[in-house]
């Protein structure tokens, strides 16, 4: 005759220690994923187009919001000291780095074009326009 283990009574404890490991690296993995995303200094939706993308590895960012202001990597800038704020970032010696102006595309052509202006005037002369390519239909 084949003999059986005889079972235990439940005790009604379970083990948390499982649980415990899941929730931690749920938490661990959210607040890392959340903190990978940039945040821009400025709200900024490019508008769209067909052209291709710019090549430089750490070009300057200039950010026009829809209603006129301006940041300069990430940090805001007044509308007349946007030149200084350009010139302070370009290096002693070497070549220009390239200046991205990343402007809304609610933003007024004339909000743009003062941007460009004063970014010229800092001394730069390859000024790229950021756009998002057109969604697919």
């Known amino acids: 005759m084949i003999s059986f283990e005889k ?33 821009e200094a400025v709200d900024v939706t490019v508008p769209e187009s067909i052209a291709g993308r710019i090549d430089d590895k750490r070009p300057i960012t200039v950010y026009v919001g829809a209603d ?31 200046v991205v102006v990343k402007a809304d595309a609610t933003a007024s052509s004339g909000d743009m074009m003062a941007a460009m202006r004063e970014v010229s005037a800092a001394g730069i002369a390859r000024i790229g326009i950021a756009t998002r390519a057109p969604a697919r239909q």
């Open 68 to 98: 006129g202001q301006l940041a300069v990597n990430q940090r805001l800038v007044a509308p007349g000291a946007l030149t200084q704020a350009v010139a302070a970032l370009l290096p002693p010696e070497g070549p220009t780095p390239r």
């Open 7 to 39: 079972r235990r009574p439940f005790n009604g404890r379970i083990n948390m220690a499982p649980l415990i490991d899941v929730v931690f690296l749920l938490l661990v993995f959210f607040m890392l994923s959340g903190t990978l995303r940039s945040i």
